[in-house]
């Protein structure tokens, strides 16, 4: 940008900034001024729920503060003898086990595929639906996903041309409710992404994929996908006959690196997963073809598994393919990978909501003998590692953000009381109370918290 131009650029940005904040013709009456002060609610919590030790505190007040002008929260303080600010609302939650808010660590908000019409053929969906009605669909998604008290989630990818990018703005600037996004943009590959393309159609891998195959494609992908918003990158390691190189792999690593992102890589063959951990990516994405080598490989290096470790419902999965899941997982666990709650819940099913969907995962956990508080960890603990929030957003600790749900049995003794979340706070406002979503506060005419929020 030239010298004066840069100038102009600056004063537009410095007029518009007070602009928002401050100048108006008239005097802002006392009830909207009101309206944007910090606003203080109290839980009284029965039984708060330790995911990190396994522990029940009972008894304790939890105080937290959510900031009306810029969306953050803030939980000022926990423990048994608390004073009650003025003016603040008091929730009870005596009756309830409350604990942080749940992770799904790899999901596809912006698309839903279904039987009818293309048959559960994810391509034909990405033909007939455009990015904006797959944004829109993602704000519905993250809405059902958050009311099933999962706050935070990692988007990777299949959201059109950076529907996630959008999704993720909407929400961190308040227009809509939905969970904390780390999403990844478009997801790159070697040539043809996931798809099996025609030639004279293969313009039509782009956007649900972006070809790299050479040093410098995969170099400008990475690039291109975080000046459009990605947290994390999102690679295809082996969906061709062929897989990228350990050193391709290195390089999307440090490249990723350079702008402080890790590398999540799809895999789906022995040998891309061995490249993969050899590569020291952060996470692996789907556990088929992970066996017990692989595995031990994994725990030794800290790698994270995102098994997406499907049940066998009425309406997924046989018995044989199932067997083989649960295996992998128990397989996981008992070698000490780091385990994540992961699932490609990203298909329509009549008369479930995505968070049912999500929710039914559980099944896989339990049918893998995995002890409940270990299933906790993986939703919870194990989640905000893998989202890199844990130093501000997840565990229940003073000076975190305020994302607490609430369920009336212990989590810790039997995992499935978290089939029924009946209260969720994010960001420190209540988005679901005694069972019912009512998020009317979340709805707003624009960017309440800034359109900076990128
Ligand atoms: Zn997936």
């Not at 503060?65 to 423990?79: A, N, Q």
Request: glycine share 8%; hydrophobic share 35%.
């Amino acid at each position: 940008m030239n010298k004066p131009l840069f100038a102009f650029f600056a004063i537009f940005l410095a007029f518009a900034t007070t602009a928002a904040a401050q100048q108006w013709p008239g005097e802002v009456p006392a009830d909207v001024r009101e309206s944007l002060e910090p606003m203080t609610t109290v839980l009284r919590v029965g039984h708060l729920v330790d995911p990190e030790d396994g522990t029940v505190t009972d008894n304790v007040i939890i105080v937290v503060r959510h900031e009306h002008l810029t969306g953050d929260s803030e939980i000022l303080e926990i423990g048994p003898n608390v004073t009650i600010p003025k003016g603040a609302e008091v929730i009870d939650l005596s009756d309830s086990y409350v604990l942080p808010g749940l992770v799904d660590s790899h999901d596809h908000l912006g698309i839903t595929y279904k039987k009818v019409p293309e048959s559960d053929n994810y391509y034909q969906t990405t033909l007939m639906d455009s990015t904006p009605i797959r944004a829109i669909q993602s704000v519905s998604n993250g809405i059902q996903k958050l009311a099933y008290g999962f706050t935070m989630m990692r988007d990777l990818g299949n959201s059109g041309n950076y529907g996630d990018t959008a999704l993720r703005h909407a929400i961190e600037q308040g227009w809509v409710p939905g969970p904390t996004i780390i999403n990844s943009g478009i997801i790159i590959g070697a040539f043809g992404g996931q798809f099996h393309e025609v030639p004279e159609w293969e313009s039509t891998v782009y956007p649900e994929y972006l070809n790299a195959d050479t040093d410098d494609e995969i170099v400008k992908a990475i690039r291109r996908n975080i000046h459009y918003g990605a947290k994390v990158i999102k690679v295809c390691v082996d969906c061709q006959a062929y897989p990228y190189t350990v050193d391709q792999l290195k390089l999307f690593v440090s490249e990723s690196a350079n702008a402080g992102r890790k590398v999540a890589g799809h895999v789906q063959t022995y040998e891309g997963a061995r490249r993969a951990i050899e590569a020291g990516l952060w996470s692996l994405e789907h556990g088929n073809a992970l066996t017990d080598d692989l595995h031990k490989m994994m725990a030794e290096k800290g790698i994270f598994r995102a098994g997406t470790d499907t049940p066998l419902t009425w309406y997924r999965g046989t018995e044989r393919s199932y067997k083989r899941t649960v295996d992998g997982l128990r397989n996981a666990y008992e070698n000490g990978v780091k385990l994540t709650f992961s699932t490609d819940a990203d298909y329509y099913v009549p008369g479930l909501s995505r968070g049912e969907v999500t929710i039914n995962f559980l099944q896989t956990w339990k049918d893998a003998k995995i002890p409940a508080p270990d299933v906790l960890r993986a939703l919870t603990i194990n989640g905000y590692e893998v989202c890199e929030t844990s130093d501000s957003r997840g565990p229940i600790k003073v000076g975190y953000k305020a994302d607490i749900i609430a369920v009336s049995e212990n989590p810790l003794v039997d995992i499935d009381a978290l089939r029924n979340v009946h209260f969720v706070m994010k960001d420190g406002q209540v988005f679901k109370k005694d069972g019912v979503v009512m998020p009317i506060d979340f709805f707003n005419g624009g960017p309440e918290y800034g359109w900076r929020k990128r």
